[in-house]
């Protein structure tokens, strides 16, 4: 499956953003879905996760209360509402997907990564 992130860009703080991962390839419901990001000097860390197979959402600790990860079988394309941004919520933004359909908080056990949006949020 192939992944490509968008919506990324530029927002002042309290601001909102929505990223999307549109998949190709095969359909999503065939791989949890999970949102990380990264920023310089940080180790990639988890946003949220999402399967298909009815378990409520992961979130990082960091976002709790303030994204929401969703998805689109019919688009094929995964969401992350970001609400309430914070500068340190600057990053980029990666979109991946594990063939274990069990959403993790682990990178490592995702098997596909999109190339990453830059977000940026100014004070």
């Known amino acids: 499956v192939q992944l490509v992130e968008s919506g990324g860009g530029l927002v002042q703080a309290g601001g909102s953003l929505r990223l999307s991962c549109a998949a190709s390839?095969?359909?999503?419901?065939?791989?949890?879905m999970a949102w990380f990001r990264q920023s310089p000097g940080k180790d990639r860390e988890l946003t949220a996760a999402?399967?298909?197979?009815?378990?409520?959402?992961l979130y990082g600790r960091s976002v709790q209360g303030r994204f929401t990860i969703s998805g689109n079988d019919a688009k094929n394309t995964v969401y992350l509402q970001m609400n309430d941004l914070d500068p340190d919520d600057s990053a980029i933004y990666y979109c991946?997907?594990?063939?274990?359909?069990?959403?993790?908080?682990?990178?490592?056990?995702?098997?596909?990564w999109g190339p990453g949006t830059q977000v940026t949020v100014s004070a």
């Open positions: 390839g095969r359909s999503l419901s065939n791989y949890a």
């Open positions: 991946a997907a594990s063939k274990q359909r069990r959403a993790t908080m682990t990178a490592n056990e995702y098997d596909y």
């Open positions: 999402i399967s298909w197979l009815g378990t409520p959402p």
